[in-house]
């Protein structure tokens, strides 16, 4: 089991002449978490990625990968700390005239004195893991778009990276292979614990994969945090790009005109009905273990509670399940006194464990949530369900597209 580290950005800007891309970006990638970045195009989420890895260097500020600051160090030193990084590209950037075997295998002659047999050995347990067992020796004008992406993450992990960067993993892909992708990424963070920081445009996956969630628009991070804080969100333009709208700041050109922005914002004002519902989390599949991200995103989160509005609080609060809240001690003084009665005691929680089956997980849907009763008498209905529809895809099959 590795352990991703942590990814501190302090103050960065970045320029190309008289343009500016963004400024002062701060935020923190917390170590073995699956976080997000979004924007509309152009904002220059790409070059963030190219900034963290080195292959650029911003104007002013800080990246801090394991106590170093690559943005003021030496080649030496950052040529060490690039081999903790796994980066997947846009188009998965295979080699055209290698076969898969090759271009997986590629940074490991690269980069370490392992023999074609440590190397055989490596290659075909991460071609196992993303599913591509049987097609070592297609070339990638061979095989499908998702089956180069997935050879490009098998690349990125050959090296045991403790920090993956997705370069909008999805692009090209159709909503069935982006899902398999999306649950394929949940499942290895689940085994590796790395930390992953994945730039995309789809709705589907901003809302369901990551831990944390960021936004880029007109030159600036907008909000960055916890899934739950950015989800219950009523900033105008996280909530028009997460539901996918017209109406709102972000324009086809980004900068919208400020009257039509305002008769847009009070239109949707009239229509509002409070703050959004948190979709659920997408989980790993059944036979893996738990993610232990979850539970430190979800503590951090609850230590927070008290900073946001009463809305969000309950609106958190219902996919947070009671066995979690009932650990989790740091809560209790930062909720109000009327939900602080609705947390149970550790007392009463063991009780009702003994005497009943066990409450729902907290995000698989469509189960309900977590205040939903579950029938005294046995197994609920969606129980059974779920366990006759769930397969583990990953590395079940031998070759071809999933």
């Not at 109000?336 to 849907?365: D, F, K, M, N």
């Amino acid at each position: 089991m590795l352990m991703g580290v942590e990814v501190v950005v302090e103050g960065l800007s970045k320029s190309f002449g008289s343009q500016t891309i963004w400024r002062d970006v701060t935020l923190t990638l917390p170590s073995g978490e699956i976080s997000v970045l979004l924007g509309p195009s152009g904002t220059g989420k790409s070059v963030f990625l190219k900034s963290l890895v080195g292959l650029l260097k911003p104007e002013h500020g800080r990246v801090v990968i394991d106590g170093v600051d690559i943005c003021d160090c030496s080649e030496r030193k950052l040529y060490e700390i690039r081999k903790l990084f796994g980066v997947l590209f846009q188009d998965g950037a295979l080699f055209g005239s290698m076969n898969l075997f090759d271009n997986i295998a590629f940074p490991l002659r690269e980069h370490t004195r392992k023999s074609e047999s440590e190397i055989r050995n490596v290659v075909l347990e991460k071609m196992e893991m993303v599913g591509l067992i049987g097609a070592e020796e297609k070339l990638p004008g061979e095989i499908s778009g998702g089956m180069r992406k997935r050879a490009g993450l098998a690349r990125a992990l050959v090296l045991d990276p403790e920090i993956i960067l997705f370069d909008e993993p999805d692009s090209g892909l159709d909503p069935v292979r982006t899902a398999y992708l999306n649950q394929l990424i949940v499942d290895l963070n689940a085994q590796i614990d790395a930390t992953f920081l994945i730039v995309t445009h789809d709705i589907n996956t901003a809302r369901t994969v990551p831990d944390n969630i960021g936004m880029l628009f007109r030159r600036n991070l907008v909000m960055y945090g916890p899934r739950e804080v950015l989800l219950t969100s009523t900033e105008p333009v996280v909530e028009q790009f997460l539901n996918g709208r017209r109406q709102g700041p972000i324009g086809m050109s980004e900068e919208k005109d400020a009257g039509q922005m305002a008769a847009e914002l009070a239109e949707l004002d009239r229509d509002a009905a409070g703050v959004p519902h948190i979709i659920p989390q997408l989980e790993v599949s059944p036979g893996l273990p738990e993610r232990t991200a979850v539970r430190r995103r979800q503590a951090r989160v609850l230590r927070e509670l008290s900073t946001l509005s009463p809305a969000a609080q309950q609106e958190i609060m219902k996919t947070i399940h009671p066995h979690d809240a009932a650990r989790t001690e740091s809560m209790r003084g930062s909720l109000a006194g009327a939900e602080v009665a609705q947390v149970p005691q550790p007392t009463q929680v063991q009780p009702h464990a003994q005497t009943q089956p066990p409450l729902p997980r907290r995000t698989p849907s469509p189960h309900p949530r977590p205040e939903q009763q579950v029938p005294a008498g046995g197994e609920p209905p969606w129980a059974r369900q779920r366990a006759s529809q769930q397969r583990r895809w990953f590395g079940r099959r031998r070759g071809g597209e999933q």
